[in-house]
């Protein structure tokens, strides 16, 4: 079964707006990351947050974690268009690099 | 530099035929990962590697093989193939912290 779990499965919001996308986690990790997969293409690793971090900060994005409820939400502010696209979370645990990825949110932003 | 170079693009197989996927990576990553991706289910990780000559299963491993001989290289093997086994295949590899991903493998099953 996957580790992430997450919250909504689709969301469509105007340009300009911001979205937040959240996941949920079971076991302990040693770090959450975040990813974006645009439409028949591979994944992007958008940002990492380590188990002692509680919030990280990249351009548009902010990610909170809190490992005593096992979630973390990723805000995008100030939407585009071009952030169209489908977000998950993915969790490592332990030191093998075994990353599981949670189901995803597809994110529509429209013009 | 290339990243991660996946072969081919697209692959049909008939049901029972045997095939290798190719992965390749030039970033002298140390872990490397298989993942397969079906609508509604996100990313499952098929088999992962620590480094050359490790390997381990991960979500779904059945059907499939993987070795890791070089640093480079992570081949993901299917033994008889099925129709189940119809998906698009992801190779990532990663330092230790984001992964890298390829830009997959679409495999039909018929």
């Known amino acids: 079964s996957q580790q992430g779990e997450e919250d909504p499965q689709a969301l469509s919001i105007q340009e300009g707006e911001n979205a937040t996308m959240n996941c949920s986690y079971k076991t302990s990790i040693n770090n959450l990351q975040w990813y974006r997969q645009n439409s028949g293409r591979g994944l992007v690793h958008l940002i990492l947050i380590r188990s002692n971090e509680r919030e990280k900060h990249s351009g548009r994005l902010r990610v909170t974690l809190d490992t005593s409820k096992k979630s973390s939400s990723l805000l995008i502010t100030a939407s585009r268009a071009a952030d169209t696209a489908s977000y998950f979370c993915?969790?490592?645990?332990?030191?093998?690099?075994?990353?599981?990825f949670g189901q995803g949110t597809t994110l529509q932003v429209k013009p | 530099n290339a990243g991660v170079t996946q072969t081919p693009k697209f692959q049909v197989l008939k049901t029972g035929q045997s095939m290798t996927l190719q992965c390749a990576q030039d970033m002298n990553h140390e872990y490397m990962s298989w993942y397969r991706q079906d609508p509604g289910m996100g990313l499952r990780l098929i088999h992962y590697s620590v480094g050359a000559g490790i390997t381990d299963q991960g979500e779904v491993p059945n059907g499939y093989n993987v070795s890791r001989s070089t640093t480079e290289d992570f081949p993901l093997r299917l033994l008889s193939a099925a129709p189940s086994q119809t998906s698009v295949y992801f190779c990532a590899s990663s330092q230790g912290l984001g992964y890298t991903f390829g830009s997959g493998t679409r495999l039909t099953v018929v």
């Open positions: 993915a969790t490592r645990s332990g030191n093998t690099g075994k990353l599981i």
